[in-house]
């Protein structure tokens, strides 16, 4: 979910999604695996590729979302979302605040 | 170190990784090794100072060629086990070659081969008593002998070393499939006669169809990679956008 999250606003080639990994989150992945997810990914027609030649002596092999891709990710967000609320709302009652509070009571 | 050696370097890595990869389509395979050597280059140009000790610590982030394509092996024939449109006589075959490479580098894994085998290993047995039942029907049965040991199979017609081929189960945890659980002394008796006819070819479809269903369950749902949360990354685990 995370390598397609980092599609989301654009298309990009894999350093620059792993930067993207490493700078927002603490999802590390061995690089060598992230284009096996990648290529896994292009087979469910989740995400499309293309080799651009960047000027930079080597050619990049850029990725992005398909809209089938984006429909996936915004169902995985949905689910997503109403999991980590589901879980917050249960474990409230274990925050320091709370926890101090009943303290006193 | 010096332009050439680092391209030397790089093409040595890549060669290993072709190597290793010998199973893949040979496009596949070409795409891949120019993705990785693309990515190698990259963070080359992008350290500072390049030496044999950078070097090594870039072929160690990017991975051992062996096992990205052990990574990619497996990953390969887990994602065509969960989404085969293999003809369903050999579905066995995919599930369990998948579960079996897949076994080898993690329990849940090995959990998955354990339970492939022993449900289709019953589907078997399972087929076979009810097919031959009416060319051995005295032999081919569900048999209660000594020490409470219900067993299903081939039985040697002895009452004294009584053996029954098939699999049995002796409480309270004695359980012997494709195969026998020893002989047992004392009477020997048959629980369901031709029933077992219908019954045996129902059982074996149900123990088909449930663990071919749970394999493929089960895979979707624990095949997890080793350095991330995985079922995040496992689009295919999670439900389609209705």
């Not at chain 2, 009416?134 to 039985?155: D, R």
Request: aromatic residues 12%; charged residues 20%.
């Amino acid at each position: 979910m995370a390598i397609l999250a980092s599609l989301w606003t654009d298309k990009k080639y894999g350093l620059e999604i792993l930067r993207a990994l490493d700078g927002k989150s603490s999802l590390a992945l061995a690089e060598g695996t992230l284009y096996l997810i990648l290529n896994r990914l292009k087979t469910d027609g989740l995400v499309e590729s293309e080799w651009v030649d960047a000027g930079t002596g080597h050619p990049r092999k850029y990725y992005w979302l398909t809209k089938v891709g984006k429909e996936r990710l915004r169902a995985m967000a949905r689910f997503w979302i109403q999991f980590s609320a589901d879980l917050g709302a249960l474990l409230e009652p274990l925050s320091d605040r709370k926890e101090k509070r009943s303290v006193y009571q | 170190m010096s332009t050439n050696s680092v391209t030397e370097s790089v093409d040595e890595y890549c060669k290993r990784l072709w190597k290793a990869l010998h199973k893949l389509p040979t496009p596949e395979r070409e795409d891949f090794i120019r993705e990785v050597r693309s990515h190698i280059w990259e963070r080359v140009e992008a350290e500072p100072e390049v030496t044999a000790d950078v070097l090594t610590k870039i072929f160690r982030e990017v991975g051992e060629p062996k096992e990205l394509a052990s990574e990619y092996r497996t990953q390969a024939m887990l994602h065509e086990a969960t989404r085969s449109d293999a003809p369903w006589v050999l579905r066995p075959w995919v599930l369990l070659r998948a579960t079996l490479r897949w076994g080898v580098t993690s329990l849940a894994g090995l959990v998955a081969f354990l339970v492939t085998v022993i449900g289709y290993g019953c589907t078997v047995v399972f087929y076979l008593c009810a097919l031959l039942k009416p060319v051995f029907p005295t032999h081919i049965g569900l048999w209660l002998a000594a020490q409470h040991t219900l067993s299903l199979g081939y039985w040697n017609g002895r009452l004294s070393g009584a053996e029954v081929y098939g699999m049995s189960v002796r409480p309270p945890i004695s359980f012997v499939l494709l195969g026998t659980l020893g002989p047992t002394g004392g009477p020997i008796r048959e629980l369901l006669g031709y029933w077992l006819i219908p019954i045996g070819f129902l059982c074996s479809a149900l123990f088909f169809l449930a663990t071919s269903m749970f394999t493929r369950w089960f895979i979707a749902r624990f095949n997890r990679k080793k350095k991330w949360t995985a079922s995040l990354f496992h689009a295919s685990s999670i439900p389609q956008s209705s």
